[in-house]
């Protein structure tokens, strides 16, 4: 995908309930985009969508879905694409993702569950993605998840994400820190993983913090600043793609607001660079 077909542009940021007050003061000069979870706000009024309504009339926005739970047993919620396509249709949501992953089994399991990495398993979530963007209305992205422990692996990550991509003719939103936590967890190369993804897909990127239990375990928490690792393999995915629009996520443990605007930057930084480097060697 080219720089000129991205949904969106810049670097962008996770819009949570928590910071809908303090950024409205905030210099938000470097804020390209925002992203939220439509679960979040489907059907909220009064204050918070007052609230919602300031900054969407302000930003282009995208949508990270958090419960749609493609890659589960049971039957795709129906009603739910329903209101999901109102909301998306409503507020001009210019690209809409959700996990690779499942989250139910006749219940929410409050987690993302990592899917078997096997070829029947492709053929049963691309089946499900052509079924979501059939009741949405347009194409999807899905996002690679950090995971601890393998389900299934007939299959690699990167092969099993290729092929999903390609039957369900689908977007992926790459997550550069889930890489990074991946590749520490199970031992490969990040730089080759991001080398073998189907690059043309990619519709944006996300970025967060983790932390560290040890040595070879890293756990993906959203709760902390981008660690210095993710930061270099971001500049590289930019090398790859270009200067692709970046999301930061922070889900808690917030900091000062300047400090994660300082963040937002940084991608903004890393993504000016990118362009200067395609600018020289274009000349």
Request: glycine share 8%; charged share 20%; net charge negative.
């Amino acid at each position: 995908m080219s720089s000129n077909d991205r949904p969106v542009h810049g670097a962008g940021l996770g819009l949570r309930r928590a910071l809908l007050g303090p950024l409205q003061d905030a210099d938000l000069e470097k804020v390209g985009f925002l992203e939220l979870a439509p679960e979040n706000w489907i059907g909220v009024g009064g204050r918070l969508r007052r609230q919602l309504a300031w900054y969407t009339e302000r930003f282009p926005l995208v949508c990270h879905g958090l419960s749609l739970s493609i890659g589960a047993p049971e039957p795709l919620d129906s009603s739910y694409l329903k209101r999901l396509r109102s909301f998306l249709d409503e507020h001009e949501v210019r690209c809409f993702s959700e996990h690779l992953s499942y989250c139910s089994e006749h219940g929410h399991l409050y987690d993302l569950m990592p899917l078997p990495f096997l070829p029947e398993t492709v053929a049963w979530v691309a089946d499900r993605i052509a079924q979501v963007q059939d009741a949405l209305g347009r194409q999807i992205a899905v996002e690679n998840i950090s995971y601890y422990a393998p389900v299934a692996t007939e299959m690699s990550e990167l092969e099993f994400i290729n092929e999903v991509c390609t039957r369900a003719d689908c977007l992926l939103l790459l997550d550069v820190n889930n890489v990074h936590v991946n590749s520490v967890n199970h031992g490969y190369d990040p730089d080759d993983f991001l080398a073998g993804l189907p690059h043309d897909r990619v519709a944006y990127l996300h970025v967060a913090g983790h932390h560290h239990e040890a040595d070879d375990l890293i756990v993906d928490t959203h709760g902390a600043p981008v660690a210095d690792p993710v930061w270099g393999l971001l500049r590289h995915a930019y090398g790859i793609l270009g200067a692709a629009p970046t999301v930061l996520e922070r889900d808690f443990n917030f900091p000062p607001v300047p400090d994660l605007l300082a963040e937002v930057a940084t991608i903004a930084r890393l993504q000016h660079d990118q362009d200067s480097k395609r600018g020289q060697h274009a000349a």
